[in-house]
């Protein structure tokens, strides 16, 4: 039952949050929408079947070894909010490693001389070592809040993505050009039932502006799995009191992606999968959103629904060249 007279903790600072985006947002790029949506800034336990204040959401995430935290790349909020959370286990006593989907394995190299410097480390010259401007990523100022957080506490920071010249090589060859130890956890894995396979390949379609050619589709389930593979397996070798993985909330999902293969390879170390999602006009209750998901429901532990990033239409004039058709996704379009 949703009690729209009452305002959590997080929805009075996530009200701050939105305007001061929102005010953003009309300097640079678009507003937020559904502000007042009866959702928005509520956060869902999903086992539990209940609304749950931050603080204890908070402390969950402090007792999890493991912590994935699923955004939409766009959205201000997300990375704000994260960065709420990444704070709240900082200040538990936690120290986790942090890695990011946004970093691929052929940056680690300047992260780390990065790191080395004399602190204090200055998220802007990271990004700028990294050549974040280039990479197709959204904005850097976007993800500013949550790295500033991670370096002022000197923590670890793991670029946990495959290299595009990795991507590329799976998409044209498979999963047969991945590291070893990636290999093996997808052996491990097994293959995808067929439904979830064809619930990626309809995602694809739709991401693409339903352009991409349907023989496109196999190797782009096979790159979405190597994905990620490559992000558990650098979450999972990763140097520090546990980690926190910073990802598009496909990568969260507990029934197929990051948290199944952390479950498989580390089944004695506790987890915890957050989705932060955008509402919507036409659902009002956590059941709408869970619906969206299908039989199974929410894939994660918790929700945190957040206002939504208003976009142009990314189809509007699209066009998907035939010769351009074995080219990867570009960074900031995966799940």
Not at 223 to 242: C, I, N, T, Y
Not at 311 to 327: H, I, L, M, S, V
Request: hydrophobic share 45%.
């Amino acid at each position: 039952m949703l009690r729209p007279a009452t305002r959590p903790a997080l929805a009075s600072a996530l009200a701050l949050l939105a305007v001061s985006a929102g005010c953003a947002g009309r300097q640079s790029g678009p507003a937020l929408l559904y502000r007042d949506h009866p959702l928005a800034g509520r956060i869902w336990d999903v086992r539990g079947g209940r609304f749950i204040e931050e603080v204890a959401f908070h402390a969950a995430l402090a007792r999890a070894h493991f912590v994935a935290l699923g955004e939409t790349h766009d959205n201000p909020v997300h990375h704000e909010l994260q960065s709420r959370a990444l704070a709240a286990m900082i200040a538990a006593g936690r120290r986790p490693a942090l890695a990011f989907e946004m970093l691929d394995l052929a940056q680690q190299p300047q992260v780390d001389a990065e790191l080395t410097r004399s602190p204090p480390h200055d998220p802007d010259a990271l990004a700028k070592a990294v050549g974040w401007a280039g990479t197709g990523w959204p904005d850097f100022a976007l993800y500013r809040p949550v790295f500033a957080t991670a370096l002022a506490a000197d923590l670890p920071i793991v670029a946990a993505n495959l290299s595009r010249k990795q991507v590329r090589a799976v998409v044209k060859s498979g999963a047969s050009t991945l590291t070893p130890a990636v290999r093996l956890l997808l052996d491990r894995a097994g293959p995808l039932p067929e439904a979830a396979a064809q619930e990626i390949r309809d995602e694809m379609w739709e991401s693409h502006c339903r352009e991409l050619p349907r023989s496109m589709l196999d190797p782009f389930v096979t790159m979405q799995r190597a994905r990620d593979a490559q992000l558990a397996e650098r979450v999972l070798a990763s140097q520090g009191d546990g980690a926190v993985l910073v990802a598009g909330s496909g990568h969260a999902r507990t029934d197929r992606a990051v948290p199944s293969y952390l479950a498989r390879e580390a089944p004695d170390r506790s987890r915890a999968a957050v989705a932060f999602l955008e509402v919507s006009e036409g659902r009002r209750t956590p059941a709408d959103y869970a619906e969206a998901f299908g039989p199974g429901g929410l894939p994660f532990d918790y929700v945190v629904f957040t206002p939504a990033q208003q976009r142009e239409d990314p189809c509007a004039g699209f066009r998907a060249p035939q010769e351009k058709a074995a080219e990867p996704l570009p960074p900031g379009t995966d799940l």
